[in-house]
């Protein structure tokens, strides 16, 4: 299976600290995208990492890819209570299909 | 911003019993995309849908499975004999012309609960 894994599977940080997800994978791919869940509802896109890309910004938001250890990471900096969510990452590998590893459950405490 | 909207948000039936689970992509996209989650689990794709046809599927899109655009707006998910199984969130997507080369925007989802 292609599906990444996240690490931790859940983490729980205090507001205004920093949070970060691991992603790993299996096979070779064209971009690694991360996505976040709120309990019960769709799933909402906040970044996408092409392969030949090494680390890409948005807001708080900072990804990292490294393609020969098949793993990214996703930071979140200062972080506030309206993060606590499940983010998940996703592998497109070219084909018409993404998907998605097990996802981290972040918990902020107020 | 635009969204998928998916009805309805949640279905009870019995097993055995036909479903359709309905979806409204995007106007101006071009790719499809249905996925599940059950309860506390991962996300897991079922298949994709281009060019009125479907590109990819996985091992969990069976027989039993299948799916239509039987306009221009709307994508249907059709399950022919429901089993406790199939008990999950099913979540509609969809994606411009760079499929999974850019950002899927998902629906809310609907809730199916399998008796």
């Known amino acids: 299976s292609q599906q990444g894994e996240e690490d931790p599977q859940a983490l729980s940080i205090q507001e205004g600290e920093n949070a970060t997800m691991n992603c790993s994978y299996k096979t070779s791919i064209n971009n690694l995208q991360w996505y976040r869940q709120n309990s019960g509802r769709g799933l909402v896109h906040l970044i996408l990492?092409?392969?030949?890309?090494r680390e890409k910004h948005s807001g708080r938001l900072r990804v990292t890819l490294d393609t020969s250890k098949k793993s990214s990471s996703l930071l979140i900096t200062a972080s506030r209570a309206a993060d606590t969510a499940s983010y998940f990452c996703a592998t497109g590998t070219g084909a018409n299909n993404l998907f998605f590893g097990t996802g981290t459950r972040l918990t902020v405490i107020p | 911003e635009p969204e998928v909207t998916q009805t309805p948000s949640h279905q009870v039936t019995q097993m055995g019993q036909e479903v359709i689970l309905r979806c409204v992509p995007i106007?101006?996209?071009?790719?499809f995309y249905w996925y599940r989650q059950i309860l506390g689990q991962k996300v897991e794709f079922l298949v994709s849908?281009?060019?009125?046809?479907?590109?990819?599927k996985s091992e969990i899109f069976d027989d039993q499975f299948s799916v239509e655009r039987p306009d221009g707006s709307n994508f249907t998910l059709k399950i022919r004999s429901t089993k406790l199984e199939d008990s999950a969130m099913y979540f509609c997507a969809s994606s411009g012309l760079g499929g999974t080369n850019e950002k899927l925007f998902f629906g809310s989802g609907t809730q199916l609960s399998v008796l």
């Open positions: 106007s101006n996209h071009l790719y």
């Open positions: 990492i092409r392969s030949n890309e």
């Open positions: 849908f281009y060019n009125n046809e479907i590109s990819e």
